[in-house]
């Protein structure tokens, strides 16, 4: 038989997720309803897919609002190049989902309007809104949970994750499983008062850190001058990890040493003098810590890369041909 342009396999991320989040994300409905200018545009083949036909205007309701998203966003030679790349993969997307729900007829593989019904309750717990009352939103689900039943059965079915694979995983990507650096700090916060000149206060934060710089017990003057609520600890806040402060406070605390007190920083909550009393360097977690988080990588990395081998396996038998 002959073939017409190749397609190469989309990411998975793009296909295969899309499938086995339809349930949650109830994706299964974004291709239904064809705008009103769809349905009075001038139609015409986009692709063949073996006996079957994608149309523009399935093409333009696959696309519609992404497309009028990037429309109010770009403009000229970029919109036109991201005109191009959003219809080529949502091109790939339905000769994908074409394939795989001619495999299915081909294998027998349906599912039943009781599963459909349960579907469209779970869905509707989820906060999904689902007319079962609509042929084409009951098609277009079931196509979903058909094409679920293919990835279960041809894709994920054979699939295992064995512990040298995790271990392999874990010691080439354990950037990914560090612990930032956490630093144990005191401030005192100083805020200025209803009735208090600039001045007035630029002068008391002056004084309470020449006081500090002096040699001055830093929780005594915590406990009398801060207006934070650890004032009463003597301005101690424990541990806290990088991303967790205001980056003006982080950028002066990443450069002191154990015991420095900072220069007054000023932020939206006040003025701030930070003591840096200890500093954690940035740890690995264990690996028995994050070994089922590394499970659901690997199996996702798998699931991918099997999904790509099948459905380039299955574009290779087809006849596709491209009229776009």
Known sequence: MSRGTHVPAAPVGRSARSIAGALLLGLGVLSLGASASAATMTDRIVAIVNKELIMLSELRAETGGEEQRLREQYKGAELQRRLQQLEYIALSRMIERKLQLQFAQSRGMDVSEDEVNQAIRQLEKQGERI??????????????????????????????????????YYNSHQTRFSLPEEYRISQILLKQKAAEEVKDFKKRIQTVHVSLKNGGDFGEIALQQSEGPESVKGGALGFV??????????????????????????TVQGWHIIRLDEKKPSQF???????????????????EDQYQRWIGNIKNKAFIEIKF
């Open 241 to 266: 990890r990088q991303g967790e402060l205001e980056p003006e406070i982080e950028r002066v605390i990443s450069t002191l040493e154990t015991g420095q007190i900072s220069a007054p920083i000023e």
């Open 131 to 168: 007319d079962d009352s609509n042929p084409r939103e009951r098609k277009a689900l079931k196509e979903q949970l058909v094409m679920m039943r293919v990835m279960d059965r041809e894709v994920r079915g054979g699939i295992m994750v064995l512990q040298p694979e995790l271990e392999r």
């Open 285 to 303: 977690r264990p690996f028995a810590q994050v070994k089922n988080e590394i499970q659901g990588l690997v199996y996702q990395q798998k699931t």
